[in-house]
């Protein structure tokens, strides 16, 4: 893995071995509008963007799923919610990450 300066001097590990699918999901009833992950052979998440929504903690969740299970964080993630909305930007990673599991 190698961590790469990015634009916004962020950094964010690039997986740099096997195939790679990227995937692009437009949640619902959340703040965020857009969510952008890839998974690998290994079903394993890199490279989580959220566009929207609160940035700290949206980029949080980034970096805490890297190179994780995309079951086990989907699992993990799943119900969880935001004021009275019914669901949240993690819940939406969850919904994304099963729509591409199946």
Same mark, same amino acid.
């Given at each position: ?6 634009? @916004?001097? @962020? ?86 990450? @099963?729509?591409?599991?199946?």
């Amino acid at each position: 893995m190698i961590n790469l300066k990015l634009p @916004e001097s @962020e950094t964010r590990a690039v997986f740099l071995g096997g195939n790679m699918n990227h995937h692009t999901y437009k949640p619902s009833g959340v703040c965020s509008v857009k969510i952008d992950f890839d998974i690998d052979d290994d079903k394993k998440l890199h490279n989580v963007v959220f566009t929207g929504g609160c940035n700290g903690n949206l980029k949080a969740i980034g970096r805490l799923v890297e190179g994780k299970d995309a079951s086990e964080i989907a699992s993990v993630l799943k119900g969880n919610i935001c004021g009275n909305r019914g669901t949240s930007c993690a819940d939406q990673f969850s919904k994304a990450i @099963e729509s591409v599991m199946q």
